[in-house]
């Protein structure tokens, strides 16, 4: 019931005195800017949000989540679609865009709940695990990109998500971020973007300069080159299917036309690239590096079996081998600036090369028929399920390997996708067993009772132990309650038989102790540190943007109406004196 005394005035249809005009005023300014305020607190006591006002921005270009013990927000994501059937695996994304405040590595489970992230490294690519010498380790690169490609290295972390080898290219160049390829023999694949002269005379420039597209395999263990290859000594400049635009007259504006953006290699030795610019999938020669055969493209090697679907792909991404004859690729149909596909599509396509004949297996299409202008994965599953990351669109899908949909997540609103809120280069699934070195973070809140905890990277903790003691330093902590871990942060209620000093058990699978927290007094609220992360300055939302354009609607309408009669006398004013009264002469009499 609104107890302001205008309130009863207003429902009369009484006229308000100037004093409730200001106030209803106030009122109304603060409500603008108190309700994105709600929609973070919202954020914070729901589990998964309404998809609908998620895809349309609802939430914010970037909805996130916060915590009381941990010092970062994760993203909180929109599950469109769920079913057990999707692969148990842990989800790898590497958000990142103009509203994406701490970029970086994120790992998330099914139910979109946070396992682990780190911001101190900020942007990161191309996130996922790969074994190296019989280890698991994460691997991504690090970075800055010009929005085509990067200039940076690649970093492999082990279990305790520690800095276990950084890897650079060979020679004078720098790590791109579009591949870090760990193969079966312990060598890794990497891309790199390289400024050259090109003979460019087929586009009118003589001496025109490129971005050639170059890729390295690199002995891990010792760091020297295996193999290198450049598109420009295979592939003529006038072969791209993307427009010049002014570029290839000068260093400044070197042209990107062949654009590598993956790498694989199959058993026999051979290496199979993916090139956007070219719309084509490449097989180069492990020997030489000559081409053995290219699906798509002017220059197809394939009579596509099913009609131009197996071939007729544009703008690609993640080429991967399946098998000696199969071949998963991104389809992304646009490139921002040509439209050749109705929607992105994941695609495989089976290879017959003594028939040279292609033919699509299946193909995977989101369900809100997605069309992503670039970015992209496609992943076979251990399960033969197959995850599809939707790159520019932020969102990822999850298939039956006959393309029947089962889990959708969304992590930004799809509706904006090309204002490039934020996006995610590759999805991935890998299990993964994390044992962080440091120590679960708790964080005690007096007002509440409560104990907040929480372990960044840990995925063997099943259950949360209370002890207490009457002093910090007593040895000996008395058991109090177990709580089952179901979240990355966990609230536990403190019983009253507690004594002040209380920490936090992280127990295993068996009931084995993993770790303990440190010991806080009860009594006492402990700050929260904040995780490192570059600074990228304030960003302010789209949803405070309309609010403040609504905001400056209502006063200068308030304005105007308020100041009605000054206005109105005012252009009258004016209008006499631009229009001045002339005086016309009577007619006389006769």
Same mark, same amino acid.
């Given at each position: 019931?609104?107890?302001?005394?205008?309130?009863?005035?207003?429902?009369?249809?009484?006229?308000?005195?100037?004093?409730?005009?200001?106030?209803?005023?106030?009122?109304?300014?603060?409500?603008?800017?108190?309700?994105?305020?709600?929609?973070?607190?919202?954020?914070?006591?729901?589990?998964?949000?309404?998809?609908?006002?998620?895809?349309?921005?609802?939430?914010?270009?970037?909805?996130?989540?916060?915590?009381?013990?941990?010092?970062?927000?994760?993203?909180?994501?929109?599950?469109?679609?769920?079913?057990?059937?999707?692969?148990?695996?842990?989800?790898?994304?590497?958000?990142?865009?103009?509203?994406?405040?701490?970029?970086?590595?994120?790992?998330?489970?099914?139910?979109?709940?946070?396992?682990?992230?780190?911001?101190?490294?900020?942007?990161?690519?191309?996130?996922?695990?790969?074994?190296?010498?019989?280890?698991?380790?994460?691997?991504?690169?690090?970075?800055?990109?010009?929005?085509?490609?990067?200039?940076?290295?690649?970093?492999?972390?082990?279990?305790?998500?520690?800095?276990?080898?950084?890897?650079?290219?060979?020679?004078?160049?720098?790590?791109?971020?579009?591949?870090?390829?760990?193969?079966?023999?312990?060598?890794?694949?990497?891309?790199?973007?390289?400024?050259?002269?090109?003979?460019?005379?087929?586009?009118?420039?003589?001496?025109?300069?490129?971005?050639?597209?170059?890729?390295?395999?690199?002995?891990?263990?010792?760091?020297?080159?295996?193999?290198?290859?450049?598109?420009?000594?295979?592939?003529?400049?006038?072969?791209?299917?993307?427009?010049?635009?002014?570029?290839?007259?000068?260093?400044?504006?070197?042209?990107?036309?062949?654009?590598?953006?993956?790498?694989?290699?199959?058993?026999?030795?051979?290496?199979?690239?993916?090139?956007?610019?070219?719309?084509?999938?490449?097989?180069?020669?492990?020997?030489?590096?000559?081409?053995?055969?290219?699906?798509?493209?002017?220059?197809?090697?394939?009579?596509?079996?099913?009609?131009?679907?197996?071939?007729?792909?544009?703008?690609?991404?993640?080429?991967?081998?399946?098998?000696?004859?199969?071949?998963? &690729?991104?389809? $992304? /149909? =646009?490139?921002?600036?040509?439209?050749?596909?109705?929607? %992105?599509?994941?695609?495989?396509?089976?290879? +017959?090369?003594?028939?040279?004949?292609?033919?699509?297996?299946?193909?995977?299409?989101?369900?809100?028929?997605?069309?992503?202008?670039?970015?992209?994965?496609?992943?076979?599953?251990?399960?033969?399920?197959?995850?599809?990351?939707?790159?520019?669109?932020?969102?990822?899908?999850?298939?039956?390997?006959?393309?029947?949909?089962?889990?959708?997540?969304?992590?930004?609103?799809?509706?904006?996708?090309?204002?490039?809120?934020?996006?995610?280069?590759?999805?991935?699934?890998?299990?993964?067993?994390?044992?962080?070195?440091?120590?679960?973070?708790?964080?005690?809140?007096?007002?509440?009772?409560?104990?907040? &905890?929480?372990? $960044? /990277? =840990?995925?063997?903790?099943?259950?949360?132990?209370?002890? %207490?003691?009457?002093?910090?330093?007593?040895? +000996?902590?008395?058991?109090?309650?177990?709580?089952?871990?179901?979240?990355?942060?966990?609230?536990?209620?403190?019983?009253?038989?507690?004594?002040?000093?209380?920490?936090?058990?992280?127990?295993?699978?068996?009931?084995?102790?993993?770790?303990?927290?440190?010991?806080?007094?009860?009594?006492?609220?402990?700050?929260?540190?904040?995780?490192?992360?570059?600074?990228?300055?304030?960003?302010?939302?789209?949803?405070?943007?309309?609010?403040?354009?609504?905001?400056?609607?209502?006063?200068?309408?308030?304005?105007?109406?308020?100041?009605?009669?000054?206005?109105?006398?005012?252009?009258?004013?004016?209008?006499?004196?631009?229009?001045?009264?002339?005086?016309?002469?009577?007619?006389?009499?006769?």
């Amino acid at each position: 019931m609104c107890q302001w005394p205008g309130c009863k005035r207003l429902m009369r249809g009484a006229n308000l005195s100037h004093h409730d005009k200001y106030f209803l005023l106030g009122v109304v300014i603060n409500s603008s800017f108190q309700s994105y305020s709600t929609l973070n607190t919202l954020q914070n006591t729901k589990d998964s949000p309404s998809v609908s006002w998620y895809d349309w921005g609802y939430y914010g270009a970037f909805p996130r989540k916060g915590y009381q013990s941990f010092g970062a927000q994760s993203p909180w994501p929109a599950l469109a679609r769920t079913d057990e059937r999707c692969d148990d695996g842990y989800i790898f994304i590497e958000p990142r865009g103009q509203y994406v405040e701490t970029p970086g590595p994120v790992i998330l489970d099914n139910a979109g709940n946070l396992v682990w992230m780190q911001t101190r490294w900020g942007q990161a690519m191309d996130l996922k695990v790969q074994r190296y010498q019989g280890r698991d380790y994460i691997t991504f690169w690090h970075g800055t990109d010009n929005g085509t490609f990067g200039e940076g290295y690649y970093l492999m972390l082990d279990e305790s998500y520690e800095i276990f080898k950084k890897v650079t290219p060979v020679g004078s160049f720098t790590g791109d971020l579009h591949e870090f390829k760990i193969t079966e023999n312990g060598s890794a694949l990497i891309t790199i973007y390289h400024r050259a002269n090109a003979d460019m005379s087929s586009f009118g420039i003589s001496k025109g300069w490129i971005f050639d597209s170059i890729f390295q395999e690199i002995d891990l263990e010792t760091g020297k080159l295996i193999f290198e290859w450049h598109a420009s000594d295979h592939f003529p400049v006038g072969e791209t299917q993307v427009p010049l635009n002014g570029h290839g007259s000068s260093l400044q504006q070197a042209f990107d036309y062949f654009h590598i953006n993956s790498v694989d290699k199959d058993a026999h030795g051979n290496f199979i690239i993916s090139s956007r610019y070219m719309c084509a999938v490449v097989a180069i020669s492990g020997d030489d590096g000559h081409v053995l055969w290219q699906v798509g493209g002017k220059a197809n090697s394939f009579k596509d079996l099913s009609g131009g679907a197996a071939t007729g792909f544009s703008w690609n991404h993640h080429a991967a081998w399946v098998d000696n004859s199969t071949i998963t &690729v991104f389809d $992304n /149909g =646009a490139n921002g600036q040509q439209t050749t596909g109705k929607f %992105s599509r994941g695609l495989v396509v089976s290879l +017959d090369f003594e028939a040279m004949t292609a033919k699509l297996v299946q193909d995977y299409i989101s369900p809100y028929k997605v069309l992503s202008i670039s970015q992209g994965s496609v992943q076979i599953l251990p399960n033969s399920n197959v995850l599809v990351g939707w790159g520019h669109v932020p969102a990822f899908t999850e298939f039956t390997h006959d393309g029947k949909v089962l889990c959708e997540t969304h992590i930004g609103p799809i509706k904006f996708d090309l204002f490039g809120w934020v996006k995610n280069y590759r999805t991935f699934k890998y299990a993964w067993v994390g044992r962080p070195k440091t120590l679960p973070d708790v964080a005690m809140k007096p007002k509440q009772n409560a104990l907040f &905890v929480s372990w $960044n /990277g =840990a995925t063997e903790v099943k259950k949360w132990l209370i002890q %207490s003691a009457s002093r910090p330093l007593d040895a +000996d902590f008395r058991d109090h309650i177990t709580v089952k871990k179901t979240q990355f942060e966990t609230c536990i209620h403190v019983p009253q038989d507690c004594e002040e000093f209380v920490r936090i058990v992280a127990l295993g699978k068996d009931d084995n102790i993993l770790s303990i927290s440190e010991i806080v007094s009860k009594y006492e609220e402990n700050p929260m540190e904040l995780l490192d992360a570059p600074s990228r300055g304030l960003l302010v939302e789209p949803f405070q943007i309309l609010c403040l354009s609504l905001l400056g609607v209502f006063l200068g309408l308030f304005v105007i109406y308020y100041f009605r009669y000054t206005l109105r006398r005012s252009i009258n004013s004016l209008l006499r004196r631009s229009a001045p009264f002339k005086y016309q002469s009577l007619p006389s009499r006769s």
